[in-house]
């Protein structure tokens, strides 16, 4: 999994059918150390994250490992929404901070 | 699966149904010299580690196969801690988690 | 399938009991030529290969639980050949027969 901000959303009328009801959310990935990496991707939300919020998403096959996307076309699915993460014991982030 | 090192450990209180037990580990995957290999990431882990420890994990659907509840979106989980790695008869890896 | 070197090995006393009991080997991937191609791996072995074995490897879930009899194993790095010789576009580019050590050749 890779962590990521929610920065915004996607509204799409015309797409697959498979696709309908699902929240798209476009985050942007954000490394260890918490800087933003010039990476984005549209992912399907599993768990009420809004923006501004810093998540965890999983892709691939495992994206599909959810009962909102099973048998999905979708490659990605933000599956938690991060409280806090420290490296070697030194807290890196925290969301109630 | 891959070589890789614990470098932090990550909370997320509010995730996926079956997750909530979970915990989550930052991991640097590391090449044959015991160097830093592409980027940081987040795993799920099936077996007690921490920051410092040389482990083995496992992409791909297979990250939820480790898990208690299989049917979870999960696309990295930590398998196995690592006593000893070598490479051509050299062991590798063993210094200290790079900050 | 791709093609590695066998290049060491890995010892984990605390793990996943699905991996208890099975060898664990640290891989360089190569490409048919010989030069290293891709992320270094951890496999589990399938056919007694070891460190200077250059061999043939699995890295997809499915055909790997079908090789280990496992329905639900998160297992999908497997050795499953060692090679004997390998040609490209003609020419015999690998014979373990004439290889020298590896240590020689990295």
Not at chain 3, 11 to 30: D, I, K, Y
Not at chain 3, 47 to 52: D, E, Y
Not at chain 3, 90 to 95: H, R
Request: charge should be negative.
């Amino acid at each position: 999994m890779l962590i990521a901000k929610v920065v915004g959303s996607v509204v799409a009328t015309r797409k697959d059918e498979k696709l309908e009801q699902q929240k798209l959310l476009v985050c942007q990935v954000h490394d260890h150390k918490g800087s933003p990496v010039e990476q984005y991707v549209v992912a399907v939300d599993s768990v009420g994250a809004g923006p501004g919020d810093v998540v965890l998403y999983a892709t691939g096959s495992s994206a599909r490992q959810t009962h909102l996307t099973e048998g999905k076309p979708c490659d990605a699915v933000i599956m938690a929404v991060v409280d806090s993460w420290d490296l070697g014991g030194e807290n890196v982030y925290e969301k109630w901070a | 699966m891959y070589l890789a090192r614990v470098i932090g450990r990550l909370v997320a209180s509010q995730s996926y149904e079956g997750l909530a037990r979970v915990p989550y580990q930052l991991i640097q995957p590391l090449d044959e010299n015991g160097a830093p290999m592409g980027a940081t990431l987040v795993a799920c882990t099936a077996i007690s580690s921490g920051p410092g420890d040389l482990v083995t994990y496992v992409d791909g659907r297979e990250a939820a196969l480790a898990l208690e509840e299989t049917f979870v979106p999960v696309d990295a989980t930590i398998l196995g801690f690592v006593e000893q790695a070598t490479r051509l008869g050299e062991i590798i890896g063993r210094e200290e988690a790079p900050a | 399938m791709f093609l590695a070197d066998v290049i060491g090995t890995v010892v984990a006393p605390v793990q996943h009991p699905s991996l208890e009991g099975r060898t664990q080997l640290l891989l360089r991937p190569l490409s048919p030529t010989g030069e290293a191609a891709g992320k270094t791996r951890v496999a589990i072995d399938h056919v007694g290969a070891g460190v200077g074995d250059r061999v043939i490897v699995i890295d997809e879930g499915n055909s790997g639980r079908q090789l280990l009899g496992g329905a639900e194993l998160p297992i999908k790095t497997i050795v499953v050949g060692i090679v004997d010789a390998i040609e490209h576009l003609g020419k015999v580019v690998y014979d373990h027969r004439a290889h020298p050590p590896l240590e020689r050749r990295s």
